[in-house]
């Protein structure tokens, strides 16, 4: 038996030669920077500061353990990705069944429900800013003031804030599960459901037995994906709520903290506590799920 | 032109070895078909001499050169796949001048060579379309057009006629062995189907498990098959076998079996000798069965209840019991016979093989 | 399919996808009826007896008029624009690369190398940012487009090498080996056979990278900073808000024709990207 044939050989050459263009690139902007991100939340590294950093082990962690805002603002990301991953993947899962029967217009109709997600966000939240908090007096700015005022003064100051972030974010979030699940429903070979309505009669016990289990994969990866966003928020909260600490998320408190008062070491530090969240979510979504390979979108 | 030698092949998986020793010497100009079934190693053969697997072990020439770390585009064979694999984003014209491009032909030389593979195939008409405006056979024929315009050493089929109806199959195994009188090239074919294999090659390898069977010309396979597996292989409906004990009585070997007993055929006798009151395996195809009349030799005549039968028109097929199992017998059209009728069968006896039970050799 | 009653139709499909619509269009029609409000309307008292909150009487031209000539809007739409082609070309190049060569070549460390590749992509930015805003300050990039340009690629590498080697996966090999029999190397038959058949899959990857480096927000807010070098959502959100004014008609003119090209490449591609985001998933 002799070891790799010329040919085999070239093959490896030439798939390390397509990959190092990625690999390189990855690694200068995505590895060395979270190297350095956890070496520096064991500092107290500041640009304000002169002199060297100090070493000051978990310190940075020990402080945010001990601080009530950071778990309030814990608090507030782990509701918001929960809420708001339930009625994405409702509503994304009704708009994905209403679309996947060809009928006059859906194409309009999918260019429309595409459209909140295909839209920068940063600008439609203005919109939805101008919607929910009108700041000056217009038309109605009366009788969302009072909605507010209500909503605040019974949950406190800052829900209403919440609301509106919670609601841009379903409405944003929920066009894209729509689509990436339309394309887990036109893979699945039709006659799989024409063999079930055959079975049962009820449409209910149909999408419940046929169509999730079928699409079991395709949420698999909705659900992850809604979720990490969701944890990793930072520019729909700070933008909906024009930068101001009303609400905070774990992002909002990093981007604070870090550009805002410089604090590098804290902030890498805030910034690396959410990934335990996302390895659980990784963790469960997978476990529960089981996608295949290859189903990246 | 060129012959094709494999010595001592070998390919290794992971865990599978799927091809085993293979010496295989394939003269210029021939048509040399491997068959067998699914997983028996004939593709991964196949794909080795066209360079697209690697060889675990042994070697290929090609004419005279060893081609083993040549990349396929260096090895002169041109290769024709069950799929056809036409380039879609390319006209019937481009892909059959594909491989003349990317060897630098005159632009002369090309519509030469493709006008000239077109009109053999009978495509002139179809050079302008797309490959997806074609139907299977009309794809089928530009992928064999591809591989003649290159005039390549070597042809290699890889189970080409599989995806086309049974109608089509036909038509296009003969217009193949035409192609292949014409153009003389020496041509590797790879099948499942024991009827292409016989109808198509100059001679013909039976694979299974990796390990080559037997190798020789059709006819050779089917009446000299060198072990169970040939015998069973090839020829449809395929060999019955039954589970005989050789004995001997009146001065003559018998092989029996539960309400079976037949004489073994003087060709026979002597290399069942050292068989005598041991169990072997009797092997007769449907076509060396008949419904016994009263001029048969009793000592080949035995009973049998039938169970289904098969009119097919040219023939009647029937399943019959005998012995305590199945058996099929190919008979007269004329021939009227009732489902459960009690009935008599006799072989030819010259056409009976034995077989050993356990290394499955022919005796 | 069955033949249903039509009040049922209309009950379980008419209705919720009106809804759907309305709900997914309203704060659209919202920032256009603003956009083309004039001032004096726009700034009146909800008390006023002409008041019409949804529709304009006499719509106009004069936020957009001023945007293009009292801010730097053209400017930030060329920013933008330059660098989410820049950024897209250069995430498809290395996508098309990377995926083909996960797709088809057997290496070792492939599966690996996939997964982590398939990793990066769930890295938010959220946890970037801040080395990242270190970075560019130690190769003096801040305040220039190749800080976004280096950096959109880190989220846009891994959606393009995924997408894209989900595409290769659908298309037969023996496309492949048969060119590469007909006389191409493994890397022509991947430049003249496969590349053009994946067509589709490119160019929604393509579209997709495009609309996420265009829409792309915490990387720009960070490492640029001069007002006339700002992308479209960072300038409008940041220059025309100031303080707690909101110059809300060029605001919502800003983003209407802000996100124009996105939407136009997503009308004329659509179809594209469907069959694209399906065949891969399909993969």
Request: glycine fraction near 6%; hydrophobic fraction near 50%.
């Amino acid at each position: 038996m002799r070891a790799a044939t010329t040919t085999r050989r070239r093959d490896i050459q030439l798939a390390y030669l397509l990959l190092a263009p990625t690999l390189l690139l990855l690694l200068t902007v995505l590895a060395y920077p979270v190297g350095w991100e956890v070496w520096t939340s064991l500092t107290d590294l500041s640009p304000l500061k002169d002199g060297p950093p100090a070493f000051v082990g978990l310190a940075n962690y020990r402080a945010f353990l001990a601080d009530p805002e950071f778990w309030r603002a814990a608090a507030v990301t782990v509701v918001y990705a929960a809420v708001t991953s339930v009625a994405k993947l409702a509503l994304g899962t009704g708009f994905a069944l209403l679309l996947a029967r060809p009928f006059r217009g859906r194409a309009l109709v999918f260019l429309a429900v595409f459209l909140p997600w295909a839209y920068p966000a940063s600008v439609s939240v203005i919109g939805w800013y101008w919607t929910l908090s009108p700041p000056i007096p217009t038309a109605y700015s009366v009788l969302m003031g009072n909605i507010k005022y209500a909503v605040d003064s019974a949950f406190g100051g800052g829900a209403w804030a919440f609301v509106s972030v919670t609601l841009f974010n379903i409405w944003r979030g929920s066009s894209f599960i729509g689509v990436f699940l339309l394309a887990g429903i036109n893979a699945i070979p039709p006659q799989l459901f024409e063999c079930a309505v055959l079975e049962s009669k009820s449409p209910w016990r149909r999408f419940w037995l046929v169509t999730v289990p079928l699409l079991k994969p395709f949420f698999a990866l909705a659900v992850f994906l809604s979720l990490a966003m969701a944890f990793a928020d930072l520019a729909n909260v700070w933008m909906l709520t024009g930068g101001r600490i009303v609400f905070p998320v774990i992002g909002t408190h990093a981007y604070w903290l870090a550009i805002r008062g410089g604090q590098f070491g804290a902030a890498s530090a805030l910034s690396l506590m959410l990934v335990p969240f996302f390895l659980v979510v990784l963790l469960v979504c997978f476990r529960i799920f089981d996608p295949p390979e290859g189903t990246g979108a | 032109m060129a012959q094709v030698m494999m010595k001592n092949l070998n390919k290794k998986y992971d865990e599978v070895h799927a091809v085993k020793d293979v010496n295989l010497h394939i003269r210029d100009k021939e048509f040399m078909v491997l068959v067998g079934p699914s997983g028996c190693g004939k593709s991964t053969t196949l794909r080795m001499v066209a360079g697209l697997e690697e060889i675990t072990a042994g070697e290929i020439m090609i004419g005279d050169r060893v081609v083993n770390d040549l990349p396929p585009k260096d090895r002169d064979i041109a290769m024709v796949f069950q799929n056809y694999a036409l380039y879609p984003h390319m006209t019937v014209y481009d892909n059959m001048a594909f491989g003349l491009k990317m060897r630098k032909f005159p632009k002369l030389e090309i519509q030469k060579r493709v006008q000239e593979a077109a009109e053999i195939l009978g495509i002139q008409e179809l050079l302008r379309r797309k490959p997806r405006q074609l139907s299977g056979g009309q794809r089928q024929r530009v992928a064999v057009g591809r591989a003649i315009v290159r005039h390549p050493q070597v042809f290699l089929f890889d189970e080409p006629l599989s995806n086309l109806d049974a109608k089509l199959r036909v038509q296009m195994r003969v217009e193949l062995k035409r192609l292949h009188e014409r153009l003389e090239t020496t041509a590797i074919y790879v099948t499942h189907d024991q009827v292409e294999a016989m109808t198509l090659g100059d001679r013909v390898v039976v694979m299974k498990d990796g390990w080559i069977q037997q190798v020789g010309e059709p006819l050779e396979l089917y009446g000299k098959p060198a072990n169970k597996f040939v015998a069973g292989f090839i020829g449809s409906p395929a060999m019955n076998f039954l589970d005989v004990k050789v004995a001997d009585a009146n001065g003559a070997l018998w092989a029996e079996a539960h309400g079976l007993r037949v004489k073994v055929p003087p060709a026979h006798t002597s290399r069942l000798m050292p068989y005598k009151g041991q169990q072997v395996t009797l092997g007769v195809r449907p076509e060396d069965l008949q419904l016994a009349s009263g001029s048969d030799p009793s000592e080949y005549v035995f009973d049998a209840v039938v169970d289904v039968v098969e009119p097919l028109g040219s023939e009647i097929l029937l399943d019959l019991r005998a012995a305590n199992s199945t058996i099929v017998a190919r008979v007269e059209p004329t021939v009227r016979v009732k489902v459960h009728e009690k009935t008599r069968l006799a072989m030819t006896p010259d056409r009976a093989h034995f077989f050993d039970v356990n290394t499955e050799l022919a005796i | 399919m069955l033949i249903e009653r039509t009040w049922k139709k209309w009950v379980y499909f008419y209705i919720p996808l009106t809804v759907f619509v309305v709900g997914t269009l309203f704060p659209f029609y919202w920032m256009l009826i603003t956009a083309i409000r004039p001032d004096a309307e726009l700034y009146r008292s909800w008390r006023a007896a002409t008041n019409t909150p949804f529709w304009t009487l006499q719509p106009t031209l004069e936020h957009f008029r001023d945007l293009m000539a009292k801010t730097t809007f053209p400017q930030w739409l060329w920013n933008t624009f330059f660098i989410a082609v820049a950024s897209t070309a250069i995430s498809l190049f290395c996508g098309l690369l990377a995926g083909y060569a996960l797709a088809r070549l057997r290496f070792p460390m492939a599966g690996t190398l996939g997964t982590s590749i398939f990793v990066t992509y769930l890295v938010p930015p959220t946890l970037l940012f801040i080395p990242l805003a270190n970075i560019i300050r130690t190769f003096q990039l801040g305040d220039t487009p190749w800080a976004l340009i280096l950096t959109y690629p880190t989220f846009l590498i891994p959606f393009c090498t995924w997408l894209l080697m989900g595409y290769f996966k659908t298309i037969p090999r023996e496309l492949e080996e048969c060119a590469r029999i007909d006389g191409a190397t493994r890397f022509g038959a991947m430049l003249r056979i496969v590349f053009p058949i994946a067509v589709p899959g490119i160019l929604s990857a393509g579209i997709f990278a495009f609309t996420l480096s265009w829409n792309e927000f915490i990387y720009a807010l960070v490492f640029l900073s001069s007002p006339e070098k700002k992308t479209v959502p960072v300038g409008v959100v940041s220059e025309l808000i100031r303080g707690d004014i909101y110059f809300w008609g060029q605001l919502m003119a800003g983003a209407l024709l802000g996100s124009i090209p996105v939407a136009l490449v997503y009308s004329f591609f659509v179809e594209y990207y469907v069959t694209g985001l399906t065949g891969s998933v399909k993969g």
